[in-house]
C-alpha cells in the first residue's frame, strides 16, 4: 500500500517484475488456481468497484509505454459469465474486456450492498477451453473519507506554492463553469486501512449547487468537481475531518499579490529567495496573486510587463502573461521591472515595480 491510504492496482503492482533479472512465475490466486483476481482490497460499502480478471503469466515480457512498468505478459483471458453466490452481499452489474501493455483479460463490474465476504463464481475461455473457478470479495463500511488538493504543478515550484488543505484556495479563470479541478478523494475503513469503489459522493457541499461531481477515479483515487458559481464553496467530509473551502473568481476578484524574487538551481528550479541579483544569473519573479488572503490553487493572473532599466537586467525565455517571469541580470546597478494586472482589484489594476540591485558577477549566457 501507498502511504497509509495509498491505492495501487493488484495486477499493475504484484505481477510487475522489477529489474532485468527472471523471476518466478506468480501462481494465481482464484480458489483453484486458474487465473488472478485483483481482489486485494475490500470494497466500500454502498459503493461500485470495477475487479479486473487476467489469465496466468507466461515468460514473456512487455513494458508499458505510458507507465514505464516492465513484467511478464499474462495468457489472454476472456470471461464468459459471472455471477455472486450471496448477491446480498455483492451484486454482479456487468462485465466486459480489460486490455493493456501486459494482459487481455476482463472486468467485472459489482456493487457492495452489505458488509461481509461473498464468492463469485467466472466462467472464462483461456487457450480455448471453458473454465470455472471462484473468488472471494470482502466489503467493509467506509469509516474516514478524506479530502484535499492536487495541484497542477508540483509546489514550491510552481505558482500554486501558497496552496493548501489548511487555508482556503482561490481558483482564477475567466470562465469558471468550463474548469474542471481534480481533488484527492481517500477512503477508509475503522483500522484506517484502504478501500475501494467508485460512484458514490459522501460529501456535503455549501451552498448546495457550488460545485457538480463529475467523475471520480478508482485507481488513482481522484475526485472531479465542476464549479456551477462564483464565490466561496466549501466541501466537508460526511465522515467528518477538514473542510475544503474554494474561491471560484474571475480576475477582477484579485485583491493583492505577495511578490518574492528566486534564485535557480541547476535543474532550473526555484531554489532559496533572494533579496539581490547576481549578474549573469536568471532569476525567477513569482507575484504569488491572492483572492482575500486566499492564495491560488488553481488559474492564474493575466500580468503585463515592462523592463524600466534595460540597460541592467531583462526578460528572459519565451513570452507569456502570467504572473511569474524569469529575469535575466546583465550588467551592475538597479534592475526595475513593471508588472500591471489590469483587471485586478475590480478593474482598477495591481501595479508592482520589481526594485533590485544587480551586484557584479562572472557574466555567460546561462543555460540549464
Not at 483476481?37 to 454502498?46: L, R, S, T, V
Not at 464468492?119 to 473457478?133: F, H, M, N, P, Q
Not at 467493509?140 to 478524506?146: I, K, L, T
Request: aromatic content about 8%.
Amino acid at each position: 500500500m501507498k502511504g497509509r491510504f495509498g491505492f495501487v492496482w493488484w495486477v499493475g503492482a504484484l505481477l510487475v517484475v522489477a529489474g532485468c533479472a527472471e523471476q518466478p512465475l506468480a501462481v494465481p490466486n482464484s480458489d483453484q488456481g486458474i487465473f488472478f483476481a485483483d481482489n486485494q482490497y475490500a470494497i466500500a460499502e454502498g459503493w461500485k468497484s470495477d475487479i479486473a480478471l487476467v489469465g496466468p503469466q507466461t515468460r514473456e515480457m512487455a513494458c508499458d509505454r505510458t507507465t514505464g512498468v516492465c513484467g511478464y505478459e499474462h495468457v489472454p483471458l476472456k470471461i464468459v459469465s459471472v455471477r455472486s453466490l450471496d448477491p446480498s452481499v455483492v451484486e454482479v452489474l456487468g462485465d466486459g474486456p480489460l486490455q493493456s501493455a501486459l494482459a487481455k483479460g476482463g472486468k467485472v463490474q459489482v456493487r457492495a450492498r452489505a458488509e461481509g465476504v461473498a464468492s463469485l463464481e467466472a466462467e472464462v475461455e483461456i487457450d480455448g477451453e471453458l473454465l470455472r473457478d471462484t473468488f472471494e470479495v470482502r466489503v467493509e463500511e467506509v469509516a474516514q473519507v478524506y479530502l484535499s488538493r492536487t495541484a497542477a504543478d508540483p509546489a514550491p515550484f510552481s505558482r500554486y506554492a501558497g496552496c493548501s488543505d489548511e487555508q482556503p484556495g482561490a481558483y482564477v479563470y475567466e470562465d469558471l463553469t468550463k474548469q474542471e479541478i481534480v481533488l484527492s478523494m481517500r477512503k477508509g475503513n475503522a483500522k484506517g486501512e484502504a478501500l475501494r469503489g467508485y460512484g458514490v459522493y459522501p460529501l456535503t457541499v455549501e451552498p448546495g449547487d457550488g460545485v457538480a461531481f463529475t467523475g471520480y477515479d478508482e485507481l488513482q483515487q481522484q475526485l472531479t468537481i465542476q464549479p456551477k458559481q462564483s464565490g466561496k464553496v466549501t466541501l466537508r467530509s460526511e465522515t467528518g475531518g477538514k473542510e475544503l473551502v474554494f474561491y471560484f473568481v474571475g480576475e477582477a476578484s484579485v485583491d493583492g499579490i505577495s511578490p518574492a524574487v528566486f534564485a535557480r538551481n541547476q535543474n532550473g528550479q526555484r531554489a532559496q529567495a533572494v533579496r539581490q541579483l547576481v549578474q549573469g544569473q536568471v532569476f525567477d519573479v513569482a507575484l504569488f496573486p491572492t483572492v482575500s488572503g486566499a492564495w491560488l490553487c488553481g488559474g492564474d493572473l493575466t500580468v503585463k510587463r515592462s523592463v524600466l532599466t534595460p540597460s541592467n537586467c531583462s526578460l528572459y525565455g519565451d513570452g507569456h502573461s502570467r504572473s511569474e517571469q524569469l529575469i535575466l541580470a546583465t550588467n551592475p546597478g538597479e534592475c526595475r521591472v513593471r508588472f500591471v494586472a489590469e483587471r485586478a482589484a475590480g478593474g482598477r489594476g495591481i501595479v508592482f515595480d520589481l526594485k533590485l540591485d544587480v551586484i557584479p558577477g562572472e557574466y555567460a549566457e546561462p543555460g540549464w
